[in-house]
């Protein structure tokens, strides 16, 4: 498995690949690679004859106090991951080679860029967009995979490509979970065994939301009332080791991330809260 380290190396492997009659697919990442990463790559490599996975820590998307510095990396163990899942080649260019001195351009989705995730994130979803917009221009991916977790990247992600009118197509694969639950994150990390029992609160609001809305519940404000009722008691029952604190509990389109006051099929139920000084998000698109 190559490593590539510059853009002009990333866009002639991929052209070498399109010469050979093959499709091309890219998993971008931020390294710290887990299961649900892997999970990616294995989508990719399945429907792609061609597959990249870009490794690398994107600087823009995090804010002033955020945890670009501590974000965990593991390039050796990132790679032997890619390698086993069907990997390619290995795209891990420096800071500099994606923001060369001097550059002053971003791409925004304005709107989407300030709901959900991007409410508490000033500036987040400009960064996403922004590496996201490089990744795809360097490497001419024919798919790009991408994981539901990340709900409202996908959501800036899929309306960035249809305004640039980018000939990616964007792939999501399901979430991939613990046996407990919990949702796959590399932030995951960070959480003390205390905080990873609080963190199973998000996934048993997810399971709760579905269980209403099976048994027939479709109205947002009781479907948020009963995430809520779980975060209470959590908080309760958790109330020796440091609380849970809610950023956001929310039903909304997908494709505008605009509230929405019933559940239909496709329709996205969000949840997102700090653990200890974790900040984890979940979902269900509900069906």
Not at 79 to 90: M, N, P
Not at 204 to 216: H, K, M, P, T, Y
Not at 229 to 241: E, I
């Amino acid at each position: 498995m190559q490593i590539l380290r510059t853009v002009a190396e990333l866009r002639h492997w991929s052209r070498q690949q399109r010469a050979t009659g093959h499709t091309i697919g890219l998993v971008p990442t931020m390294g710290a690679l887990h299961a649900g990463h892997a999970s990616l790559i294995r989508a990719a490599a399945a429907s792609c004859g061609a597959v990249a996975v870009s490794v690398f820590v994107n600087p823009t998307q995090f804010g002033p106090h955020e945890d670009y510095a501590r974000y965990p990396r593991s390039f050796e163990a990132d790679c032997a991951v890619a390698q086993t899942e069907g990997a390619d080649v290995i795209f891990a260019p420096s800071v500099e080679e994606l923001y060369p001195p001097g550059a002053s351009t971003f791409v925004e989705v304005t709107g989407l860029s300030e709901r959900l995730d991007g409410q508490s994130r000033p500036g987040h979803f400009r960064g996403v967009a922004t590496v996201v917009a490089k990744l795809l221009i360097a490497a001419e991916p024919d798919r790009a995979f991408f994981g539901q977790k990340d709900a409202a990247q996908v959501a800036v992600i899929r309306r960035m490509v249809a305004d640039l009118r980018l000939a990616t197509e964007i792939i999501v694969c399901p979430i991939v979970r613990d046996p407990d639950g919990l949702a796959l994150s590399s932030r995951n990390l960070y959480l003390s065994p205390a905080e990873r029992a609080q963190a199973l609160t998000l996934s048993r609001a997810i399971r709760q939301v579905e269980s209403l809305v099976a048994a027939g519940e479709r109205r947002a404000a009781a479907l948020i009332e009963a995430a809520n009722g779980l975060f209470s008691a959590a908080r309760s029952a958790f109330a020796a080791v440091p609380a849970i604190r809610i950023d956001y509990i929310a039903l909304v389109d997908w494709t505008t991330l605009e509230p929405v006051e019933t559940a239909i099929p496709g329709t996205l139920f969000a949840v997102a809260a700090w653990v200890g000084a974790t900040r984890l998000i979940d979902n269900a698109v509900i069906a």
